[in-house]
């Protein structure tokens, strides 16, 4: 499963079939049934006949194994904060189901099935957002799975809060009564923190990809230098995500008259005088600034690191994250940490300052375009000049200094998670990933960055409408189609929350993204 198809199957576009092929029911009922004989036999398995993580030593009967895997969901019901996202949380539900159904889990076909039902219905678990180290996975949360599964906590079926229970029964099923290792193989895994992680590989494609026209916007508004995204440049020090990104902002520049080639700023400058001179002083800079001009080394950044993080997500997605692991060919039974969620931790570490550093790129755009001593004479807060008293409109004042709040909330997020874990569970748990906390640090960041971008792009149109449209890209007017449709140019001084909002829902769901994609 790769991250389109998760979300594709998370927010309801497509449904999951398990698949009815003899031999892979065979592989699970196997891998049940090496449990089983393992625990007649009276060989201690952990988390089975055993009791959990420094309790271990403690060896109890087959007739006490399935009440241990009550007594596991049942003790793991302390998680607090607010609850993740449906989608989040069919998420979740979904990359548990590809876990357990590798034949290495030791669970019945009957709870992949129900776990199908969970996905498809969807019937969805209220899993608290706080109480998960990342190591043994996120046990907290998803005991709040476990427990839907068999009939206990709250559920939201057809966007009612109701018992679980009482949903799975309205599905025409019945909650499920755990076998040995069941709870255990549920809630050992890395399925919350890759389940956020994958939405955060999903938004941070839609923000690098708007940043990249932003920044031809913002070049077009200054009247900027477009030979700084000249292949030649960016071929002289070949990153791909550096070469990528000056391509596409290049390709949305292709046919603007506002952006200049290089030769074009040279002609705009004055003359100098025919007679020698030691010192002449130029109308106007032959180079942008770092934000305009740097933007495909910064963006790029972010684009490299989407990529490296996407695999890295993808190979979570798709593994065997529970222990302990049952090999049904052999019959032999593995305690391992492939529950560990340190590559997710990473990834999301390294995505979140990579996002953090493109909205503060965007954050110094703005002040150029603000500020009337580097815009190129666009007005002071680009106030309207029209009608009486434009002394008392402040235009996009406090737009900037909501934007410069989001960058600043963004950079705020970056101190590496990975970097602060600490023992816990009478030191059995000695090193944790912490993964499902740097993931749900990603998330805000990638939250703020997409606001602040829907700020960005207000200022950008009130800019193109000042400078006057003729001449801007045909990409830089379709977006400024997009946005005049639900935001007005700003004539005279008004809110504009909700016209943020409405551009936050058009990088959401992808709008702003598809026009990006049209013009490469």
């Known amino acids: 499963m790769n991250i389109s198809d998760f979300i594709s199957v998370a ?121 998960s180290v990342g190591a043994s996975g996120d046990l907290t949360p998803l005991s709040y799975l476990a427990a839907a599964l068999s009939g206990r906590r709250k559920v939201i079926y057809k966007n009612k809060i109701m018992d679980a229970k009482k949903a799975i029964k309205l599905c025409g099923h019945m909650p499920l009564s755990f076998e040995p290792k069941e709870a255990l ?99 106007r800079h032959i180079q942008d600034r770092y934000s305009l001009r740097c933007a495909p080394h910064v963006i790029g950044v972010l684009r490299d690191t989407i990529n490296f993080c996407k695999e890295w997500v993808e190979t979570e997605m798709n593994s065997v994250t529970d222990n302990p692991l049952v090999d049904p060919d052999s019959g032999t039974i593995y305690s391992g940490g492939n529950f560990y969620g340190g590559h997710i931790c990473a990834a999301m570490d390294s995505l979140r300052a990579a ?81 499902t906390i740097s993931a749900r640090e990603t998330r805000t960041v990638l939250t703020s960055a997409l606001y602040g971008m829907s700020v960005m792009l207000l200022a950008l149109c009130q800019a193109m409408e000042l400078r006057g449209l003729n001449g801007f890209s045909d990409p830089a007017r379709e977006v400024f189609n997009l946005v005049r449709g639900v935001s007005p140019f700003v004539s005279d001084d008004r809110e504009l929350d909700a016209d943020i909002n409405s551009i936050y829902r058009a990088l959401e769901n992808g709008t702003v993204q598809k026009i990006a994609l049209k013009y490469r």
């Open 11 to 131: 927010t309801g576009s497509r449904k999951i079939r398990l698949s009815p092929e003899k031999f892979f029911i065979e592989r699970i009922n196997r891998s049940y049934e090496v449990i089983n004989e393992c625990i007649k036999k009276n060989i201690p398995v952990y988390g089975v006949t055993t009791g959990f993580g420094d309790s271990c030593r403690n060896h109890i009967s087959y007739d006490d194994a399935k009440k241990l895997q009550e007594n596991l969901v049942k003790y793991h019901g302390c998680g607090v904060g607010p609850y993740f996202s449906d989608i989040e949380t069919v998420g979740i539900v979904l990359l548990r189901l590809i876990s357990n159904s590798k034949g290495s889990s030791g669970v019945r076909y009957d709870l992949l099935r129900q776990l199908e039902l969970f996905v498809n219905t969807p019937i969805i678990p209220l899993i608290p957002e706080l109480g």
């Open 185 to 283: 193989a549920i809630m050992n895994g890395t399925s919350v923190m890759t389940s956020v992680a994958g939405f955060c590989i999903h938004r941070a494609i839609l923000a690098v990809d708007t940043a990249e026209i932003i920044t031809a916007m913002a070049v077009e508004v200054l009247e900027g230098n477009k030979g700084s995204f000249a292949p030649f440049i960016h071929k002289a020090k070949p990153f791909k995500g550096q070469i990528e990104s000056a391509r596409n902002i290049g390709s949305y520049l292709s046919g603007s008259k506002k952006a200049l080639a290089y030769k074009e700023m040279i002609d705009l400058v004055k003359s100098p005088s025919s007679e020698k001179q030691q010192h002449t002083f130029l109308e």
């Open 355 to 435: 996002s953090a550093s493109t909205m503060d790129l965007i954050d110094k755009q703005m002040e150029l375009i603000v500020d009337e001593k580097f815009n190129n004479a666009l007005s002071p807060n680009l106030i309207s000049s029209t009608g009486t008293k434009p002394f008392l409109r402040h235009g996009f004042k406090a737009m900037q200094i909501t934007c410069t709040s989001l960058a600043a909330e963004c950079l705020a997020h970056t101190m590496p998670v990975s970097s602060l874990s600490r023992p816990t569970e009478a030191l059995n748990q000695d090193k944790v990933s912490l993964g």
